[in-house]
């Protein structure tokens, strides 16, 4: 993952964060939810990278290797 998705991805957290605490002491379960979700959907998105990142560098292997 490169840095700047490392810092969009942090800081998609910090904000789901901040608004469900938000809701949290405002008494607004809509804030809380979305502030989940902000969580939620943010770590999504960094397994799916993470996993693209893996499965990319499986497939490096052009099958030209020189034998033995």
Do not use: C, F, P
């Not at 938000?22 to 990278?49: F, K, L, N």
């Amino acid at each position: 993952m490169s840095i700047w998705g490392k810092a969009k991805t942090k800081a998609e957290e910090l904000l789901g964060r901040a608004e469900q605490v938000y809701g949290e002491s405002h008494g607004d379960a809509a804030a809380t939810v979305a502030g989940e979700a902000h969580i939620m959907e943010a770590e999504a998105e960094e397994e799916a990278e993470e996993a693209r990142e893996r499965r990319g560098r499986r497939t490096d292997d052009d099958g030209l290797a020189d034998s033995r």
